[in-house]
């Protein structure tokens, strides 16, 4: 194999993307990267490409050699591909290239199968949006931020009569050429509203009057991977018709009064309209009834004569703000007072207005809601006395709860958080009245006033990434007689425990937010800096060509001084061929018909030497819209130029590579880190171009941290002389980065080829998934606290049945009948099958919060362990051990004698007429260890393998066989916490083989 061959097989073993080739004449595989063997293990090199990826005894029917090599050949020849060998699919690139001195098939295939699920995923809900908005009989638009339609509905098209999608909305509404002067959906693309209602007028073209038409604007987020708006318009021409005859008929329905006055009597409540001057204009009984004066009594009274004074005035008050504002006032809850004593209304006022829209007077309705009042009131004493009960049982969660509040509030101020921390830690405890808290951190303490260590103490570290930074310190200052010999050992509840390690786990995370911040704050601070120093020449130039005012880039890349600079124009250091065009285009910008300029010019260097530079130049015009100063910038490109001719020798290879490189830069740079060369199909979408970068350096593109880093990997490319791959971010993109060292003719290393492919969204997947396991990690957690919780709590009531079951039965049982002694033993087994129901459940729940560190374990003496254990029951079944040499793994000693013990003795138990026979074996396979439990049982049917690892799941009914049916959960959860697997092979009355796999790298467990 020649070097360049080599050379490019290193390039391809280090792509993500899978390559190989083949011979064209007898579809022969002659060589596959490491990503294609992976996907299709063994040795395939010389065997049939269609045998090995497709499964087929004969050529491919889709295949692409006639593509490739036939009479009108194209190379390369892109497709996309669904492989259902292995159910995926690739987007694949195939070429004739030469290999050994001949012309073979080369194929590039990305795996795109995500990519394909999501655009299946967006086609189909773009699907469902037009089928709805096309449902919808109302006129339907689909306006893009630029007022462009990107899609209507039938009607908008019958109302409209013509293409409508790519036209603007303004033009085919309003006939308008340019976009509405107050364009409500302004206000949405401003942020001011998320909808927006308005009414118009419009003249379509199949109507002869003006229609009038209720449109709505509403934002959605994702229309064909953009921003839009949703324009409705609904014609209101009739309802507004309708609408004005309905006003002008009000009159007809006058001589209705006696019947709405009847209405109004028979409503069971106070109504009553009252005109500006607080009289009573109408009324019905029961306003009056409830005055003791008849409705023609009451109307034309005030409220002053029927209240006192303060109370009549403060219903006054409320009438005069529905009057002045002409806004209702609805669902008001007050007392009132009557004769029959305090009662409780519900008073809602509306305004009444006349033709012209002037307030009349008001309506009110007055419920009585006293029944309801004396209920709520009862409801809130309930519930009072339900929150008193909650909080005096969780009043570490209410802690904990504070705890997070002051951090979310005091975050930053690291000072006042901790103090007020330490404030609110005696409240969590037992005994408030005699406990005190201290906090040291970071050289500062804070400790309540009343602190004192004494022999009653509870302690936990801070830590921030494993190293300690603070103590936290609660102590009980004395207890009194009666808890001292209860707790003469320790006083601290373990639910307190565990409040003071989640507290001091919430001031690391404080602590680490800060830290953070600092940071941040310092970065942005050097990035301001950096940025003030502009990496560009820039001048402001007056209209007669006088330099105004200069950065010392622009002196740095001219070579004259400041001072020089301000004394001379640009015409003074312009090369005399450019000044012409110059001139031209300056002239341009003061007659208006241009904004600004480009142009790549030549400069005389202070020295005589010539300087080519990228100018862009703006003019800024002042409030009287006259020319008042030129913004020229300037960028040195004279390295660019310098390497044009180079660039020329080899564009065409690195061009090849780049347009078969999906997803990816080529960068050619030279041994300071200058960009030569830059192609690929990535370089657009993160805005640059090949223009852009020649004759830049690293640091001119990327921000400092980034260069520093970059340039140390181009550096040990260099120095090495090998290829070095690495991660990096640029323009909001994550890339996998290639750094290939190219030699001269002299074999000197004196460029870089570098290869960037974005793994943007392989990265977000990754994070995806990372939040997932944190989440699953999480409720596994919270499941593992309240299932011992809840069994340690059921234990003492579960005693109480059977101890006094128990006694009942040792006082009566010569006064009981056979049936109630009966009776009591099943009462007593209950409670004995319940308490060990609730040990196991304990037993389980602590397999991840109280397992031991895993160190090395020799599974021979686990076994004698076992055995031991269970010398009664082995003795008495009969049953014969063997096993082979087991292996020392790394795991907790504990669980492994728990495992093994499970499952022996589920196989004893589970045993056939005749003496169980188990046989344990342990080997390497891989990098785990598997272990197996042979027995000669009863068995399990094929269809329960999974059912048996669940807790509670029976095959049995306790009659038959003993237990809880925790055993097996309890073995699964074991091994899980130890990184492995757990399986069962089996038949009905043919025995079973229980494996278990336990990996061998200990980093691998302890994460």
């Given amino acids: 194999m020649s070097a360049n061959d080599l050379?490019?097989?290193?390039?391809?073993?280090?792509?993500?993307?899978?390559?190989?080739?083949?011979?064209?004449?007898?579809?022969?595989?002659?060589?596959?990267?490491?990503?294609l063997q992976d996907l299709f293990p063994g040795d395939n090199i010389g065997k049939k490409c269609y045998k090995i990826f497709q499964g087929f005894d004969e050529p491919c029917p889709f295949c692409t050699n006639d593509k490739l090599f036939g009479k009108n050949p194209i190379s390369p020849y892109i497709w996309d591909f669904y492989n259902k060998k292995i159910d995926r699919w690739f987007h694949i690139t195939d070429q004739v290239i030469f290999w050994k001195g001949r012309k073979v098939r080369f194929e590039m295939a990305e795996d795109i199968t995500e990519k394909k699920k999501l655009q299946e995923k967006v086609k189909e809900s773009q699907q469902q949006l037009n089928s709805i908005l096309s449902s919808i009989k109302d006129t339907v638009f689909v306006i893009s931020p630029n007022h462009e339609i990107l899609y209507n509905n039938e009607t908008a098209h019958d109302l409209f009569g013509e293409e409508l999608v790519g036209r603007y909305c303004y033009n085919i509404i309003k006939g308008n050429k340019k976009s509405c002067e107050k364009c409500p959906m302004e206000h949405i693309f401003g942020g001011e509203s998320c909808q927006v209602r308005v009414g118009k007028s419009i003249k379509t073209p199949k109507s002869k009057d003006p229609k009038y038409f209720d449109v709505m604007f509403t934002p959605i987020k994702d229309y064909d991977g953009k921003f839009a708006i949703i324009e409705v318009l609904r014609d209101n021409t009739e309802n507004r018709k309708l609408s004005a005859d309905l006003q002008k008929s009000i009159g007809n329905y006058q001589h209705l009064s006696q019947e709405l006055e009847d209405i109004l009597d028979a409503i069971p409540g106070l109504v009553f309209y009252k005109d500006k001057n607080n009289r009573f204009i109408q009324v019905n009984k029961y306003i009056a009834d409830a005055h003791h004066i008849t409705k023609e009594q009451l109307i034309g009274k005030s409220l002053f004569e029927l209240y006192p004074r303060k109370e009549a005035q403060k219903y006054w008050e409320d009438d005069l703000r529905v009057i002045e504002s002409g806004k209702a006032r609805l669902n008001i809850e007050e007392r009132w007072q009557t004769e029959e004593g305090?009662?409780?209304?519900?008073?809602?006022?509306?305004?009444?207005?006349?033709?012209?829209?002037?307030?009349?007077?008001?309506?009110?309705?007055?419920?009585?809601?006293?029944?309801?009042?004396?209920?709520?009131l009862e409801l809130k004493k309930h519930r009072d006395h339900l929150d008193y009960l909650v909080k005096e049982r969780i009043k570490e969660l209410n802690c904990l709860y504070s705890t997070m509040e002051l951090i979310e509030i005091h975050h930053f101020d690291i000072d006042t958080l901790l103090s007020e921390i330490v404030k609110i830690l005696p409240e969590a405890l037992q005994f408030p009245s005699i406990a005190c808290a201290m906090i040291k951190c970071e050289n500062h303490t804070y400790e309540t006033k009343n602190f004192q260590k004494t022999q009653w103490c509870l302690t936990n570290d801070i830590k921030i990434k494993n190293y300690v930074v603070g103590k936290i310190y609660v102590c009980y200052l004395e207890l009194l007689d009666e808890h001292k010999y209860e707790y003469h050992d320790d006083p601290f509840l373990e639910e307190e425990k565990n409040l003071l390690r989640s507290i001091a786990h919430q001031i690391s995370r404080a602590l680490t937010r800060r830290k953070s911040q600092l940071t941040i704050e310092k970065t942005q601070k050097k990035f301001r800096n950096t940025f003030e120093q502009a990496a560009v020449g820039i001048a402001h130039i007056s209209p007669k060509g006088k330099i105004l005012d200069l950065n010392q880039r622009f002196c740095d890349i001219i070579g004259y001084t400041k001072e020089e600079m301000l004394s001379k124009s640009l015409e003074d250091i312009t090369h005399k061929e450019d000044l012409e065009e110059d001139t031209h285009s300056v002239s341009l910008m003061l007659n208006g018909e241009i904004n600004t300029y480009s142009m790549e010019k030549r400069y005389i260097h202070k020295r005589g030497s010539i300087v080519w530079v990228n100018l862009t130049i703006s003019l800024v015009k002042n409030t009287d819209g006259q020319p008042e100063y030129f913004i020229t910038v300037i960028e040195d490109i004279t390295k660019k130029k310098k390497m044009e001719e180079q660039i020329k020798k080899n564009e065409i290879l690195y061009r090849t590579i780049a347009e078969n490189l999906p997803n990816g830069i080529l960068h050619i740079i030279d041994s300071e880190?200058?960009?030569?060369?830059?192609?690929?199909?990535?370089?657009?979408?993160?805005?640059?171009?090949?223009?852009?970068?020649?004759?830049?350096?690293?640091?001119?593109?990327?921000?400092?941290?980034a260069a520093q880093f970059v340039a140390s990997k181009y550096r040990e490319c260099l120095k090495m002389n090998e290829i070095v791959s690495f991660e990096g971010d640029f323009g909001g993109r994550s890339f996998m980065v290639n750094a290939i060292p190219l030699a001269d003719k002299l074999n000197k290393i004196h460029q870089l080829l570098v290869l960037s492919v974005d793994i943007t969204e392989r990265k977000k997947l990754e994070k995806k998934l990372q939040l997932l396991v944190n989440d699953l990690q999480r409720s596994n957690k919270e499941l593992e606290q309240f299932a011992y919780v809840a069994s340690h709590d059921l234990q003492e009531p579960l005693r109480m049945v059977a101890s006094f079951t128990q006694l009942l039965q040792k006082r009566y049982s010569d006064k009981l009948d056979t049936d109630a002694n009966e009776f009591i033993e099943f009462a007593v087994d209950g409670a004995r099958r319940m308490q060990a129901l609730i040990n196991d459940l304990l037993i389980l729940s602590r397999v991840g919060t109280r397992g031991k560190p895993f160190r090395k374990t020799d599974m021979n003496i686990i076994l004698n362990h076992v055995k031991s254990n269970l010398y009664n029951l082995i003795k008495k079944s009969k049953t014969n051990i063997n096993s082979g040499p087991l292996p020392v793994i790394i795991a907790d000693e504990n669980q492994m004698i728990q495992l093994l013990q499970n499952l022996i003795s589920n196989a004893i138990k589970f045993k056939r007429d005749e003496p169980p026979q188990i046989y344990l074996h342990g080997e390497t396979l891989d990098d785990k260890w598997v272990f197996s439990v042979k027995d000669n049982g009863i068995g399990i049917d094929p269809k329960y393998f999974e059912k048996i690892f669940i807790i509670f799941q029976r095959l049995h009914k306790k009659d038959d066989y003993g237990g809880t049916g925790i055993g097996l959960a309890l073995c699964k959860k074991i091994v899980q916490r130890h990184h492995g697997k757990i399986w069962v092979e089996s038949k009905k009355d043919e025995g079973s083989i229980f494996y278990f796999s336990i990996p061998k790298n200990e980093k691998n467990i302890n994460k």
Avoid: C, H, R
Avoid at 350 to 362: C, Q, T
Avoid at 685 to 700: F, Q, R, S, Y
């Fill in 342 to 376: 305090t009662k409780w209304i519900n008073t809602s006022k509306i305004p009444y207005l006349d033709e012209e829209g002037n307030v009349k007077g008001i309506i009110g309705v007055s419920m009585d809601i006293t029944d309801k009042k004396k209920y709520e």
């Fill in 7 to 35: 050379k490019y097989k290193n390039i391809f073993e280090e792509m993500e993307q899978a390559v190989y080739i083949t011979d064209p004449n007898n579809y022969n595989i002659l060589y596959l990267n490491k990503t």
């Fill in 673 to 705: 880190f200058n960009y030569i060369y830059n192609a690929g199909k990535e370089l657009e979408t993160l805005g640059l171009t090949n223009e852009m970068l020649v004759g830049k350096n690293i640091k001119d593109i990327l921000d400092p941290k």
